[in-house]
């Protein structure tokens, strides 16, 4: 798989396009725990390296989403600290909407098996302790 920039002007607007895409959906995640973010985070900066180095360095900089990409990329791994704010998030959200909303009985159940799926997902990631020392910047300022 050739993981180079692309050249082509069409498949680049399509990289940035679906980067784009990406980092609303990661907006979204960041205010709805039903959707993720880190997820979102690392297809957009593989989309932005793909498609415009400028706006992938740009990502990778940015006070919000430049430290947890650079913890992925040095350790691949989430800090424990925002592991459990995630997983409180969700938790706290879904279970405050199952008891407000009037659902049928079997959309409960597949809510509950979504969610418990996605809580599984973020419990398994790698985690790296809060104090560990602060990845080194992937892209220099």
Excluded: E, Q
């Excluded at 692309?6 to 979204?28: I, M, N, S």
């Excluded at 430290?67 to 800090?79: G, V």
Aim: proline share 9%; with cysteine.
């Amino acid at each position: 798989m050739d993981l180079r920039p692309v050249t082509d002007p069409l498949r680049g607007f399509l990289y940035v396009a679906g980067g784009w895409a990406c980092v609303g959906l990661a907006l979204v995640g960041a205010v709805l725990p039903i959707v993720p973010t880190t997820p979102f985070l690392l297809l957009a900066s593989w989309c932005f390296y793909r498609g415009s180095p400028r706006i992938h360095a740009w990502l990778h900089r940015s006070r919000l989403f430049g430290p947890m990409l650079d913890d992925w990329h040095h350790y691949h791994a989430l800090r424990g600290g925002m592991k459990r704010r995630a997983l409180t998030a969700v938790a706290v959200v879904v279970a405050l909407s199952l008891l407000v909303n009037a659902l049928p009985g079997w959309l409960r159940w597949v809510l509950f098996a979504l969610v418990a799926a996605g809580l599984w997902t973020i419990w398994s990631l790698p985690t790296i302790p809060d104090d560990a020392p602060r990845a080194p910047r992937t892209l220099s300022d």
